[in-house]
């Protein structure tokens, strides 16, 4: 499948150069001969099935769409936390002296390190644009083809169920909290909110893996959409030589 992504525009051409040599036998035969009418039979039957394809790779499409869509609301959810983050750490943590709050501030530090690799999430949309239908017709594309190759191994590599071993909550921060409760409500309630983010990011990362997935595994409706392709550039020269030949 590989090999057909990443040679669209040479296997288009040879397909043409096949049908073209084939309709050039035909051009022995006469206009109104069985051939010509088996030859326009077989550019029907083929754009048929390369409309089909197109049809059908529609769906990639709009696969592709969505998990831009979601990489937008993931990467806008890592923002809004590393912002909450932030202003945790510069408010609260420069100054902290009391036991429940470092306890606390150790925690955000920990959440932040543990969502740095978010950064590699403009993976997914060059991947996406790059395997999308079609954007393979160039001569030059392979020449970044063992970066994509290694792009992609790295978005496979994108794990999100690692996060899920990290909660915000647990027995050491709920007593920092009930600590804390009385004295600083509002580091309590900065705290409460930094965890929701947390918590919306981890969500919205995991969503992203999901449809990731789903856009791998509909792959192969690129290979499909090429070969429809490829087999409308084989019969298309039948169709021009029995147009050429009703006109001598």
Same mark, same amino acid.
């Given at each position: 499948?590989?090999?057909?992504?990443?040679?669209?525009?040479?296997?288009?051409?040879?397909?043409?150069?096949?049908?073209?040599?084939?309709?050039?036998?035909?051009?022995?035969?006469?206009?109104?001969?069985?051939?010509?009418?088996?030859?326009?039979?077989?550019?029907?039957?083929?754009?048929?099935?390369?409309?089909?394809?197109?049809?059908?790779?529609?769906?990639?499409?709009?696969?592709?769409?969505?998990?831009?869509?979601?990489? *937008?609301?993931?990467?806008?959810?890592?923002?809004?936390?590393?912002?909450?983050?932030?202003?945790?750490?510069?408010?609260?943590?420069?100054?902290?002296?009391?036991?429940?709050?470092?306890?606390?501030?150790?925690?955000? *530090?920990?959440?932040?390190?543990?969502?740095?690799?978010?950064?590699?999430?403009?993976?997914?949309?060059?991947?996406?644009?790059?395997?999308?239908?079609?954007?393979?017709?160039?001569?030059?594309?392979?020449?970044?083809?063992?970066?994509?190759?290694?792009?992609?191994?790295?978005?496979? #590599?994108?794990?999100?169920?690692?996060?899920?071993?990290?909660?915000?909550?647990?027995?050491?921060?709920?007593?920092?909290?009930?600590?804390?409760?009385?004295?600083?409500?509002?580091?309590?309630?900065?705290?409460?909110?930094?965890?929701?983010?947390?918590?919306?990011?981890? #969500?919205?990362?995991?969503?992203?893996?999901?449809?990731?997935?789903?856009?791998?595994?509909?792959?192969?409706?690129?290979?499909?959409?090429?070969?429809?392709?490829?087999?409308?550039?084989?019969?298309?020269?039948?169709?021009?030589?029995?147009?050429?030949?009703?006109?001598?």
């Amino acid at each position: 499948m590989t090999f057909i992504l990443d040679n669209q525009l040479p296997l288009l051409i040879l397909f043409f150069v096949i049908g073209c040599i084939g309709t050039g036998f035909l051009f022995r035969k006469p206009a109104g001969h069985r051939i010509w009418k088996v030859a326009d039979l077989v550019w029907v039957l083929l754009g048929g099935i390369g409309a089909l394809g197109a049809l059908i790779a529609g769906v990639y499409t709009e696969d592709t769409g969505r998990i831009e869509r979601q990489i *937008d609301v993931a990467f806008s959810a890592t923002t809004g936390f590393d912002r909450d983050a932030g202003r945790f750490r510069l408010g609260y943590c420069e100054t902290a002296s009391s036991a429940p709050l470092l306890t606390l501030c150790d925690k955000v *530090d920990f959440l932040s390190a543990s969502t740095a690799s978010n950064a590699e999430l403009p993976l997914f949309i060059a991947i996406t644009d790059e395997i999308a239908p079609l954007s393979g017709l160039s001569l030059f594309s392979r020449a970044n083809q063992g970066d994509m190759q290694d792009m992609s191994a790295r978005a496979d #590599a994108f794990d999100p169920s690692r996060f899920l071993v990290f909660t915000t909550r647990n027995a050491d921060i709920d007593a920092a909290l009930s600590a804390l409760r009385g004295d600083s409500p509002q580091v309590v309630a900065d705290y409460l909110i930094l965890a929701q983010s947390y918590d919306r990011l981890i #969500a919205q990362i995991s969503k992203l893996s999901e449809e990731w997935a789903v856009l791998q595994d509909n792959a192969f409706i690129l290979v499909l959409q090429i070969l429809s392709l490829c087999l409308v550039s084989f019969a298309a020269p039948f169709r021009l030589g029995k147009s050429i030949i009703e006109l001598r």
